[in-house]
């Protein structure tokens, strides 16, 4: 009897997606030429590896179906294999690329443009999108389903020229409470901008946590973090089934449109409510349009928001309004529950909330910024977000939020990251406000003028 050597055995029990998996490849000169013709012949498992060449266009339409997914913790993986320094693009179709219950699945290294309804419509359970380009989409660049999506995360992504009119989004991302409750959308390290309609991400997902990203151009809002819609969901659901919170730390947001007035909308939307808890933490707002500007729309029904160590900068004319909350569209579940700590605003900025909701406020004319015109934000040496951080912030102990990133470790770009190239934050004791932490005076040779 052969025994099997002990390292070799232990790589097997521990690895068993990249050792027992099959892999596959796609590309003109395979003999799958294609992701459907793959899906077709082949039933994939959990383990198993795509590989599909790059510098190739293959036409849109490409639905992984529900035989193709993995398994808990052992998804199946389809990875773009760069050539000549050049993705695989998927290109076209109603929806370029679907994930049609396709549960446990890695989607990774791609391009994806041109889906006259969606680039990529998400339909599945743990799904990761990674490593990849999403642009250049006529309507919604990436959809979730109202029914039958779960958890979901972006990572290492680009998308931008996404989105159309009122109601198709650059990101619109949406989870299944009944199928699969608990989900959580994650997204983080992802540069996504110039939105062409809606907002660069709307959000009705039971749980998002927002780490990370560098958000500018949209044309409505920013970001919208809300309730399910009341009118798609699975028999049994109600609003009060669960409650929709959102955690958003270390992200740079920037607001350019000057036809429309607000960055984030939490809350509601006239068609489905959280009723949650939203927390800000280490953010960096922009605001560019030269209009007034609202930095929170608070709408419909919210139990407690959170802000901390927030930077909130006018870099042109007009004045930002910190807070808009509104009797008539705003019902607080608890009273109203406004906390926050050590944020910095520009001076003039008007409905910014009362002493006992917020402490420690700095305002200013300049946060310090090495280079704001060029979109360097950290903070130079003389910079009054330097060490002007709360080091623990807290909820309100009647509205705790769960399981918070406690603080930043990373820090956005202004690009597309790559895997694994996130910037580390530094930490010298005493954290900075906003997004970026201070690097060190051999940088900024030049020093800060007020």
Same mark, same amino acid.
């Given at each position: 009897?052969?025994?099997?050597?002990?390292?070799?055995?232990?790589?097997?029990?521990?690895?068993?997606?990249?050792?027992? =998996?099959?892999?596959?490849?796609?590309?003109?000169?395979?003999?799958?030429?294609?992701?459907?013709?793959?899906? @077709?012949?082949?039933?994939?498992?959990?383990?198993?590896?795509?590989? %599909?060449?790059?510098?190739? !266009?293959?036409?849109?339409?490409?639905?992984?179906?529900?035989?193709?997914?993995?398994?808990?913790?052992?998804?199946?993986?389809?990875?773009?294999?760069?050539?000549?320094?050049?993705?695989?693009?998927?290109?076209?179709?109603?929806?370029?690329?679907?994930?049609?219950?396709?549960?446990?699945?890695?989607?990774?290294?791609?391009?994806?443009?041109?889906?006259?309804?969606?680039?990529?419509?998400?339909?599945?359970?743990?799904? !990761?999108?990674?490593?990849?380009?999403?642009?250049?989409? /006529?309507?919604? =660049?990436?959809?979730? #389903?109202?029914?039958?999506?779960?958890?979901?995360?972006?990572?290492?992504?680009?998308?931008?020229? /996404?989105?159309?009119?009122?109601?198709?989004?650059?990101?619109?991302?949406?989870?299944?409470?009944?199928?699969? *409750?608990?989900?959580?959308?994650?997204?983080?390290?992802?540069?996504?901008?110039?939105?062409?309609?809606?907002?660069?991400?709307?959000?009705?997902?039971?749980?998002?946590?927002?780490?990370?990203?560098?958000?500018?151009?949209?044309?409505?809002?920013?970001?919208?973090?809300?309730?399910?819609?009341?009118?798609?969901?699975?028999?049994?659901?109600?609003?009060?089934?669960?409650?929709?919170?959102?955690? %958003?730390? =270390?992200?740079?947001? %920037?607001?350019?449109?000057?036809?429309?007035?607000?960055?984030?909308?939490?809350?509601?939307?006239?068609?489905?409510?959280?009723?949650?808890?939203?927390?800000?933490?280490?953010?960096?707002?922009?605001?560019?349009?030269?209009?007034? !500007? #609202?930095?929170?729309?608070?709408?419909?029904?919210?139990?407690?928001?959170?802000?901390?160590?927030?930077?909130?900068?006018?870099?042109?004319?007009?004045?930002?309004?910190?807070?808009?909350? %509104?009797?008539?569209?705003?019902?607080?579940?608890? =009273?109203?529950?406004?906390?926050?700590?050590?944020?910095?605003?520009?001076?003039?900025?008007?409905?910014?909330? /009362?002493?006992?909701?917020?402490?420690?406020?700095?305002?200013?004319?300049?946060?310090?910024?090495?280079? @704001?015109?060029?979109?360097?934000?950290?903070?130079?040496?003389?910079? *009054?977000?330097?060490?002007?951080?709360?080091?623990?912030?807290?909820?309100? *102990?009647?509205?705790?939020?769960?399981?918070?990133?406690?603080?930043?470790?990373?820090?956005?770009?202004?690009?597309? #990251?790559?895997?694994?190239?996130?910037?580390?934050?530094?930490?010298?004791?005493?954290?900075?406000?906003?997004?970026?932490?201070?690097?060190?005076?051999?940088?900024?040779?030049?020093?800060?003028?007020?």
């Amino acid at each position: 009897m052969h025994r099997l050597p002990l390292l070799l055995l232990l790589l097997l029990l521990s690895c068993p997606g990249s050792v027992l =998996g099959a892999t596959y490849l796609v590309g003109p000169t395979r003999p799958n030429t294609s992701l459907n013709q793959l899906f @077709a012949a082949v039933d994939l498992n959990g383990g198993d590896l795509v590989l %599909v060449d790059g510098n190739v !266009t293959y036409a849109g339409g490409v639905i992984v179906p529900a035989a193709d997914g993995g398994s808990a913790g052992n998804p199946v993986t389809l990875r773009g294999v760069r050539v000549n320094g050049n993705r695989p693009r998927l290109n076209g179709g109603s929806n370029t690329l679907e994930f049609r219950q396709s549960n446990y699945l890695v989607f990774e290294g791609f391009e994806v443009s041109g889906g006259s309804a969606r680039c990529i419509l998400q339909g599945a359970h743990e799904v !990761t999108v990674r490593d990849s380009v999403i642009h250049d989409c /006529a309507g919604h =660049g990436i959809l979730g #389903t109202d029914q039958f999506s779960g958890s979901f995360t972006l990572e290492y992504s680009e998308v931008y020229a /996404a989105g159309a009119g009122t109601s198709q989004h650059a990101l619109y991302m949406q989870s299944d409470e009944i199928a699969w *409750p608990g989900s959580v959308f994650r997204m983080r390290y992802n540069y996504i901008h110039d939105g062409t309609g809606g907002n660069l991400l709307k959000c009705r997902h039971e749980r998002a946590e927002i780490h990370y990203n560098w958000f500018q151009g949209a044309a409505y809002h920013e970001l919208e973090l809300i309730g399910p819609d009341e009118e798609t969901q699975q028999d049994g659901w109600s609003r009060d089934l669960v409650r929709e919170d959102q955690d %958003v730390v =270390g992200n740079v947001i %920037v607001h350019t449109n000057p036809a429309f007035g607000a960055v984030v909308r939490i809350g509601g939307d006239g068609s489905g409510v959280s009723k949650g808890r939203a927390r800000f933490v280490n953010n960096t707002f922009l605001l560019s349009s030269g209009q007034d !500007t #609202t930095v929170f729309r608070i709408f419909q029904e919210m139990q407690s928001v959170e802000m901390h160590n927030n930077v909130i900068d006018v870099t042109g004319s007009g004045v930002a309004r910190i807070i808009r909350a %509104v009797d008539g569209e705003l019902v607080w579940t608890d =009273g109203r529950q406004i906390r926050g700590s050590n944020n910095w605003i520009e001076s003039g900025s008007t409905f910014v909330p /009362a002493v006992g909701e917020w402490s420690g406020t700095v305002s200013g004319s300049n946060p310090g910024f090495a280079n @704001a015109a060029a979109f360097d934000l950290r903070p130079l040496l003389a910079s *009054p977000l330097r060490n002007s951080g709360n080091n623990a912030p807290a909820s309100n *102990p009647a509205f705790v939020f769960p399981g918070p990133l406690y603080l930043p470790l990373f820090q956005p770009q202004r690009a597309a #990251t790559a895997i694994g190239a996130a910037q580390s934050r530094a930490a010298d004791g005493l954290i900075d406000v906003g997004a970026f932490e201070y690097l060190g005076d051999a940088l900024f040779a030049n020093g800060f003028q007020n």
